[in-house]
């Protein structure tokens, strides 16, 4: 399975666009990479999934590089509410198993 | 819809303790997942189930069992309970009916100590 690093942790302004980086260089054709965050301590929440395209919700975009060996969430326009640990996660599509690492600790500041 | 629901949010255990925590979801997902999430740390997968009478083991089983006879509650049993189970646990579903729609929704978490 394809392993994800993210950086420990990251501050942005109130307002500015968050940018979280996510490397995923031994990810496969088939793997899609997935975002969740953890808002303290509640459970996981859904926030976005891409294979090769760009991706937009109504809650972020998802840029995934032509290599597909990285990655960047972003959050256009972040609030307070937004500061929580951002999980990039690379799913197999031949299972279910998210293998969950660390995360970005993400601190939106006034 | 009330989403995943799970009860009890707190337990604290005496060592050699048994108890279910339980999770309920009432959007006909098929696939439900039990994590356990220790302090500054990432979920790991204990137990999956992909539909009512078949459950799989995750990455960290031992110590726990789990049950599937309906599709909506999947509860996780701890037997002898030990101080290495003091984690909180989240239980999760999803709908996967193809890979664009594997998001997992999760509850709010039971928070367990033992002691």
């Known amino acids: 399975d394809a392993k994800t690093t993210q950086p420990t942790s990251m501050d942005c302004a109130e307002g500015r666009a968050a940018n979280l980086p996510c490397n995923h260089s031994?990810?496969?054709?088939?793997?899609?990479v997935y975002w969740y965050r953890q808002i303290h301590s509640q459970g996981p929440q859904y926030i976005i999934h891409g294979l090769k395209n760009n991706e937009t919700n109504e809650m972020a975009s998802l840029i995934i590089t032509e290599d597909r060996k990285s990655s960047t969430l972003i959050l256009p326009h972040a609030t307070l509410r937004d500061t929580a640990v951002y999980y990039c996660i690379v799913m197999p599509w031949s299972n279910y198993q998210l293998i969950w690492g660390a995360g970005t600790k993400l601190i939106i500041k006034p | 819809n009330a989403g995943v629901t799970q009860t009890p949010k707190f337990r604290i255990l005496k060592i050699g303790q048994s108890m279910t925590l339980q999770c309920t979801q009432d959007?006909?997902?098929?696939?439900m997942y039990w994590y356990r999430q220790d302090p500054g740390m990432g979920l790991k997968l204990i137990y999956y189930s992909v539909g009512a009478g078949i459950t799989d083991k995750g990455e960290v089983p031992n110590g726990y069992n789990v049950s599937r006879s309906t599709t909506e509650d999947f509860p996780l049993r701890l037997e002898l309970a030990a101080p290495s189970q003091t984690s909180v646990y989240f239980c999760a579903s999803s709908f996967n009916r193809d890979l664009r729609e594997r998001e997992q929704f999760f509850g709010p978490g039971t928070r367990l100590t033992v002691l």
């Open positions: 031994t990810i496969s054709g088939n793997e899609y």
């Open positions: 959007m006909n997902h098929n696939y």
